[in-house]
Structure formats: C-alpha cells, structure tokens
C-alpha cells in the first residue's frame, strides 16, 4: 500500500509459473483491501524475460492477462526495461503503460521463434490500433521507446529517471477522483479488451 488509494506489485525475476501463482495470488489480495483505487505493477518485463510461446500459454492457460484485464480498478504498468512477447503482452493488457525511451518493445520474437496468432493480433489491434499493431508485429523486431514515440503511440515514453516519477503521479490523479470513479473508468478502458 503506498498510501490514498494507491497500491503496488513490485515482480521480481523468478520462475514464470511461480510469478503467476505470485502475482493472481497478490491481486487477490489487493482487491481484500476496501481503500484500493489504483495499482501499479512493476517489473512486468523481469518477471516474464524471452521465453517464446511454451511461457505465453502458461499465460493464458494460467489466465494471468484475463486477471490484469478483469482487475476493477484501473491498472498502470511501469515498463522500464525491454519488453517483449510475455512481459510486453501482460504490459499492454494494463490501462496505463509508462515506458522507458531507452527500451526495447516488441511482442514477435524470432530468436525464440514467438510469432504472435490471429488473436494475438487482433487483441493488440484494439489495444493500439491497427497501423501500430502491424508495425510492432510485422515491421519492427524491437523498437525503442524513443522510436515509440515518434510513430506516435500514445502512452508515455519517458527518460529513465522520470518513469516512476510519471507512474505515480498518474496513479495519484487517478486515485485522487472520487472512490467511485476508478471502477467506471476501469470498465471503459477495458471494454474494447
């Protein structure tokens, strides 16, 4: 708890099933507390490193992204490291996403021969939009949070230093609205999803 609604997850590297026993097990947790209003989740991009399509299906089997999307409240993912394939999908599936213009983003991996589905796609599509979703997929490998910003994405892509900085005040306007306000804005934000 860090205090006027605001609450934090902070993953750690470890084995993928235990991160996502770890972090349904957290969630539940938080959601006990009556004063939630906003979480933060960090270390998405350590606790899910490269791991290709065996670690996405422990994932989706595990239903770690449905417990990110179904979180009540809404949800600000701090992406300071290189994300890609789990690590970015779990970012993504969060309200918020406040990245590093140093990082490197992406969800295809072909080192480790991930290569997103129809409905993988089709998922980042609604999340992003189409034109950002086919360059991230197709086109680039892995781009920088600089070069984010410049094809125009929208979330906040900011110097190192200023990321969690950005996350909390974000979390702390967010938490500020009245104890109401959280859930239905959560509800709009995840209905394309």
């Known amino acids: 708890e860090e205090g006027n609604g605001v609450f ?16 349904h097990m957290t969630l539940e947790r938080v959601l006990q507390e009556s004063s939630v209003r906003v979480l933060i989740l960090r270390g998405l991009e350590r ?6 399509r065996e670690r996405h299906n422990q994932a989706v089997e595990k239903r770690l992204y449905q417990a990110i999307v179904s979180f009540p409240y809404p949800v600000i993912a701090v992406l300071q ?34 290569y997103p589905t129809n409905a993988e796609a089709i998922l980042l599509s609604e999340r992003f939009g189409a034109l950002r979703t086919h360059d991230l997929l197709y086109l680039s490998a892995a781009t920088t949070g600089r ?6 994405w929208t979330c906040p892509v900011l110097p190192w230093p200023q990321v969690e900085a950005y996350a909390q005040r974000l979390a702390s306007m967010l938490a500020a609205k ?10 709009n934000l995840t209905r394309p999803l």
Request: glycine letters at 14%; hydrophobic letters at 40%.
């Open 8 to 23: 934090s997850i902070d993953i750690t590297a470890s084995a993928p099933n235990e991160i996502i026993a770890g972090l």
């Open 47 to 52: 606790g899910f490193e490269r791991g290709g």
């Open 81 to 114: 490291g290189d994300a890609i394939g789990v690590g970015f999908m779990a970012g993504a599936l969060c309200d918020f996403m406040v990245c590093n213009e140093d990082a490197q983003y992406g969800y295809t991996d072909a080192e480790c021969h991930f």
């Open 147 to 152: 070069e984010m910003r410049a094809k125009g």
């Open 178 to 187: 009245s104890h109401d306000a959280p859930r239905p804005l959560k509800a």
